[in-house]
Each structure stands twice: as structure tokens, then as C-alpha cells.
């Protein structure tokens, strides 16, 4: 199937962005003030409203349109170019001469996005928390 006739399946897209961004539906669901079961909806969907898509983009951490123009058949190609031999000198072993990135630094990208997810999440609990307590004092 080509470009031309592959469905641009939004939905779809997103569960892949979210699984290689190592998000759960859970997460996704908590951080759109939502249920799981409404995110598995929203990721069979081939459609989704714009302000939606712009919310589930912001949550992570990517644009609306890279998910609207996102293709996991790129992402794979760009991932294989790492196995062929541009890491390895004569003598079989490992050389990252021609990496274009630092791996620590990706992975201290990730380590601060899961920090801001993490502080987002406690500061929602902590307005919940807010919200029954003050609840709670009225019906005292």
C-alpha cells in the first residue's frame, strides 16, 4: 500500500507516539482529565477534533502536526540506519564517530519530560486534594 492510499489513521498515531514516548493510556487519560476507556476510543478513532489533537499533543510533548504527519515506516528506517556498520571500527567494536547525538543527553531529555509529567500529576492530585477539602468544610 502506498502513501497515496494509506488512511491517515490519527488515532493510530497516537497510540504509537504515546508507546514510544513509554506512556500509558492511564497517564494520557489522567492528564486529559479522562478514563482509560475514552483514550482507547480516541486512539481507534481515524479522526479526531482539532482541540483534542492539540491537547493530546501538548501532553506529549509534540506537535499536532507531527502527529498528523507522522509515519512509523520513517521512524523505523531512521532507527535501522544504526545497524549498519558506522558503529563499529576494523576490529568489530563499538565507535560512535559518526553519532550524530549524545545518548546521555536524549536521555536526560526524557528523564526532565518524565519529571515535568510527574510534577504535573502531583499538582492535580494536590488541587484535587484542595477541592474535597474545601467540599469536605462545607458540608461541615
Known amino acids: 500500500m502506498n502513501a497515496a492510499t494509506k488512511p491517515n489513521h490519527i488515532g493510530r498515531k497516537i497510540s504509537r507516539i504515546r ?31 482539532k482541540s483534542v489533537l492539540e491537547q493530546v499533543a501538548k501532553i506529549l510533548g509534540v506537535t499536532s502536526e507531527a502527529i498528523e504527519n507522522f509515519d512509523e515506516e520513517r521512524v523505523i528506517n531512521y532507527f535501522n540506519t544504526f545497524n ?18 549524545n545518548p546521555l543527553d536524549k536521555l536526560v531529555e526524557a528523564y526532565e519530560e518524565n519529571k515535568k509529567l510527574y ?20 458540608s461541615n
Open 19 to 49: 508507546e514510544l514516548r513509554g506512556m500509558k493510556q492511564e497517564t494520557l487519560a489522567t492528564e486529559m482529565g479522562m478514563s482509560q476507556q475514552a483514550v482507547s476510543a480516541m486512539e481507534n478513532r481515524e479522526t479526531i477534533e
Open 119 to 138: 510534577e504535573r500529576l502531583l499538582e492535580a492530585e494536590r488541587e484535587k486534594n484542595d477541592y474535597l477539602e474545601r467540599a469536605l468544610r462545607k
Open 84 to 101: 549498519d556498520n558506522s558503529f563499529s571500527n576494523s576490529n568489530g567494536t563499538f565507535s560512535a564517530s559518526n553519532c550524530t547525538f
